[in-house]
């Protein structure tokens, strides 16, 4: 095995107003020998804490493995037992498929129409296992996940030439039996699985590159499924994902088009009736997009690769889902994926190319985050809660205090002071904040919010600031409207009418 030490090379200044911070990214190089990198993902596959990298080389014929070593700087070493000879793996996956509490690696290569997968063994090594289908007809694209709720893990494949979007049931026991879903999407590409309906089912979504067709197939619950169009004219779709880009809480779904060179997202009005919205129309030969919190604001951010623009590009969501592109130049990029690799809290970008398998890091630092509130019944006392200790300077010391917070109502007929009254330690990460309420009587409508007063009011040890933009952060108050008779009625007479009047009177 060999390790590949990171090529640092400075890469362009992002502006990221809502931290008030220079973000830059950087790029070290994995592997320089990485011939078409049709697909790249990253997760923690030796469940050592850090991130890792897997990726499809189509040109090579392999999928490969890099375990991240978790040092800094940053270096990875190959894991060569996963695959050498995978002819033109366009699909790359992990989970476990077995339910030994280990991940193990699923690929699907389009010229010898395979969905396999390698399980790791105890000592970190893969081993490839019978093949979930060697007869799939140009495999495509590979997922998995538990689609019919049985508590083991089933895969599901789409295959370019047959057409074919499928799953296969795993019996408990790595037998697999395939279940055809859609037999005639015209150049199947990419399928993935995830509750769209949110009725608590498994369905599946899906992109055609021939039929230029973005579907989801909705599960009854008993893995019979109704396909639904979502665009029928997206020329090129290359790849889909599914994830909730408005912060609704329902799933929105993101495509990348080659053809029409571009990167859109189809927003969900929470009955499934989708509508397109086009996040950049002139990404040439768009082939991969990812979406995550890029610059840590707490809104969902996209990134995309784009082949013949040399780029890889990253839009920023202002939270009301108006994107600004930036990019990076990345020569033949041809796969994305973001995570964050140096484990620092911030997010970097993963990018694969016609050459190269790369990541991008962020210079950002992840601040400490608001990790819950509780409001006691009085509506006096807001505890906060943050995801590490906390301090007033960026030093690592010093209480938080009054003036570190701000505090603001909206809705109902209460309103607060901006400043707590008080503020209590109970421990450096929990803070107990004094409430003064204004206005009228809290009627339980009202929403508190409460956020770092500055964002230089609040730093966690290392002196990374909290931002002012935070989620996890708002309480409902308790009504205080006390009851009041307005009538009553007797069926004894008006002498007590008139003597309950008068006690009421007094």
Not at 196 to 218: F, S
Not at 426 to 434: F, K
Request: with cysteine; glycine share 10%.
């Amino acid at each position: 095995m060999s390790v590949y030490k990171r090529h640092i090379i400075p890469f362009l200044i992002f502006l990221v107003p809502a931290l008030g911070l220079a973000q830059t990214f950087s790029k070290h190089t994995i592997d320089a020998g990485a011939n078409n990198v049709t697909q790249t993902y990253a997760v923690d596959i030796d469940a050592d804490g850090d991130m890792d990298v897997l990726a499809a080389y189509g040109g090579n014929n392999y999928i490969r493995l890099w375990k991240n070593n978790g040092d800094n700087p940053v270096t990875f070493t190959l894991e060569g037992s996963v695959s050498n000879a995978f002819s033109l793996p366009f699909s790359v996956y992990a989970a476990d498929v077995d339910g030994d509490g280990r991940l193990d690696v699923l690929g699907a290569a389009q010229n010898v129409s395979d969905i396999a997968w390698w399980k790791q063994n105890l000592d970190g090594t893969f081993t490839v296992q019978p093949l979930i289908d060697n007869n799939f007809n140009a495999a495509r694209s590979v997922y998995a996940a538990d689609v019919d709720g049985d508590g083991d893990m089933d895969v599901l494949g789409a295959a370019l030439t047959a057409d074919d979007i499928a799953w296969y049931e795993n019996d408990g026991s790595e037998n697999f039996t395939k279940r055809i879903i859609n037999s005639t999407f015209d150049g199947a590409m990419e399928v993935e699985a995830v509750d769209i309906d949110g009725d608590g089912d498994i369905d599946v979504l899906g992109a055609a590159n021939n039929a230029n067709d973005i579907a989801w197939w909705e599960n009854d619950g008993s893995e019979n499924f109704t396909k639904h169009t979502i665009d029928g004219a997206f020329w090129g779709i290359y790849e889909v994902r599914a994830v909730d880009i408005d912060g609704d809480g329902d799933m929105d779904v993101l495509g990348a088009a080659r053809y029409d060179d571009e990167i859109a997202w189809y927003e969900n009005d929470g009955s499934e009736n989708f509508t397109k919205r086009s996040i950049d129309a002139s990404c040439d030969e768009c082939l991969s997009v990812y979406a995550v919190d890029i610059d840590l604001d707490g809104d969902i951010d996209v990134v995309g690769a784009a082949s013949n623009d040399n780029k890889i590009a990253w839009y920023e969501n202002d939270g009301s889902e108006n994107f600004t592109k930036s990019t990076v130049d990345f020569t033949n990029a041809q796969a994305v994926y973001a995570a964050d690799i140096d484990g620092d809290g911030a997010m970097d970008v993963l990018g694969g190319s016609n050459g190269e398998l790369a990541w991008f890091e962020s210079s950002l630092v992840a601040g400490p985050t608001i990790s819950s509130v509780s409001l006691n019944a009085a509506n006096s006392e807001l505890t906060v809660t943050f995801s590490e200790n906390v301090y007033n300077t960026n030093g690592g010391s010093g209480d938080l205090e009054v003036a570190d917070f701000a505090l603001s109502i909206s809705g109902g007929a209460a309103g607060v002071n901006a400043t707590p009254a008080s503020i209590t330690k109970t421990a450096q990460n929990i803070w107990v904040l004094g409430l003064t309420l204004t206005g009228g009587t809290a009627n339980g409508s009202e929403t508190l919010t409460v956020v770092p007063a500055a964002g230089t009011a609040i730093y966690n040890a290392a002196g990374n600031a909290a931002s002012t933009s935070q989620s996890n952060n708002t309480a409902s108050l308790t009504e205080k409207i006390a009851p009041t008779v307005t009538g009553v009625t007797s069926t004894t007479g008006n002498d007590l009418i008139s003597k309950v009047k008068r006690l009421l009177s007094q």
